[in-house]
């Protein structure tokens, strides 16, 4: 018997089908890649957003005003508040070797990169870019950052049951921190997401730090001048005596009662 052999146009058929076969493959390798690099992107933004709402949440939230003596010998707020960085004293929970449990942070943007810094010792604001005498540790909180807005947050000088907001809260121009922070990102890609956290110690009937009572204070806060509580030195919020770069004073405060916003009005 003689030997079959494929006809030209079998030939064809076979190469026709592996063709559809290939595009078939390359079609759904393309949309598994694909799918895998969205799924990548939408990931690491969403350890971004953690990441920044973990600095709200944990830090800004439990932000406290907080005094330090400078060169001179005079006391100032170790807070500083401009449109695209922010110098503030916050809490944190004390246990193991930690140093204590106030924290100084500097959030700014560097190389389209978000950035935080922490400290355990005072950094100050009023001394020039570029001292780092002191330790601190560095954590970037998210990438491809065009541009960040901080607003502050203060009673408003026109609607006495209102606030509005301020695009600087500088420490040379008030004696105590703002009523609540808002974070605003712009990404590289046109989005933009923000945030907006009230900081500590700041309620309706209670203020955590010395807040001068407007005349109208008795209706905005039903009657009830706003307290301040009971600390060492007369300041209304922790303070220290020493001039070193190092606290020597506890820098604990006790937590008011109330909610809602203060009846008195921050100097500026």
Request: proline content about 4%.
């Given at each position: 018997?003689?030997r079959?052999?494929?006809?030209?146009?079998e030939?064809?058929?076979?190469i026709a089908?592996?063709i559809v076969?290939?595009?078939?493959?390359g079609?759904a390798?393309?949309a598994?890649?694909?799918?895998y690099?969205?799924?990548?992107?939408?990931?690491?933004?969403?350890k971004?957003?953690?990441?920044?709402?973990?600095?709200?949440?944990?830090?800004?939230?439990?932000?406290?005003p907080f005094?330090?003596k400078?060169e001179?010998?005079n006391v100032r707020?170790?807070?500083d508040?401009?449109?695209n960085?922010i110098?503030?004293?916050?809490?944190?929970?004390s246990?193991g070797?930690?140093?204590?449990?106030l924290?100084?942070?500097?959030?700014f943007?560097?190389?389209e990169?978000l950035v935080?810094?922490y400290?355990?010792y005072?950094?100050f604001?009023w001394?020039?870019?570029g001292?780092?005498?002191?330790?601190f540790?560095?954590?970037?909180?998210?990438?491809?950052?065009?541009s960040?807005?901080?607003?502050y947050?203060?009673?408003?000088?026109?609607?006495?049951?209102?606030?509005?907001?301020?695009?600087?809260?500088?420490?040379?121009?008030?004696?105590?921190?703002?009523?609540?922070?808002?974070?605003?990102i712009?990404?590289?890609?046109?989005?933009?997401?923000?945030?907006?956290?009230?900081?500590a110690?700041?309620s309706?009937?209670?203020t955590?730090?010395?807040?001068?009572?407007?005349?109208?204070?008795?209706?905005?806060?039903?009657?009830?001048a706003?307290?301040?509580p009971s600390?060492?030195?007369?300041?209304g919020?922790?303070s220290?005596?020493?001039?070193?770069?190092r606290?020597?004073?506890?820098?604990r405060g006790?937590?008011?009662?109330?909610?809602g916003?203060?009846?008195?009005?921050?100097g500026?």
């Amino acid at each position: 018997m003689k030997r079959s052999k494929f006809t030209l146009i079998e030939l064809v058929v076979a190469i026709a089908i592996l063709i559809v076969v290939a595009g078939i493959i390359g079609v759904a390798g393309a949309a598994f890649y694909q799918g895998y690099e969205r799924s990548l992107r939408v990931t690491e933004k969403l350890k971004e957003f953690m990441a920044i709402d973990n600095l709200m949440d944990t830090h800004i939230r439990n932000m406290i005003p907080f005094d330090w003596k400078d060169e001179d010998g005079n006391v100032r707020l170790l807070f500083d508040g401009e449109e695209n960085r922010i110098f503030f004293s916050t809490l944190r929970r004390s246990y193991g070797d930690r140093p204590g449990a106030l924290l100084f942070v500097r959030v700014f943007v560097d190389n389209e990169e978000l950035v935080a810094e922490y400290s355990p010792y005072p950094r100050f604001p009023w001394v020039e870019e570029g001292d780092e005498s002191m330790p601190f540790t560095r954590e970037v909180l998210a990438k491809n950052v065009s541009s960040i807005t901080f607003k502050y947050a203060e009673n408003s000088t026109e609607d006495s049951g209102g606030i509005e907001l301020l695009d600087e809260f500088r420490e040379e121009e008030n004696s105590v921190i703002p009523l609540a922070v808002l974070l605003k990102i712009e990404f590289t890609d046109g989005s933009s997401e923000q945030w907006f956290r009230r900081v500590a110690g700041v309620s309706r009937n209670s203020t955590f730090g010395v807040r001068e009572n407007t005349g109208n204070s008795d209706e905005t806060s039903g009657g009830t001048a706003a307290s301040t509580p009971s600390v060492s030195g007369g300041s209304g919020r922790p303070s220290v005596s020493g001039g070193s770069s190092r606290p020597s004073g506890s820098g604990r405060g006790g937590r008011p009662s109330g909610s809602g916003r203060p009846g008195g009005r921050g100097g500026r």
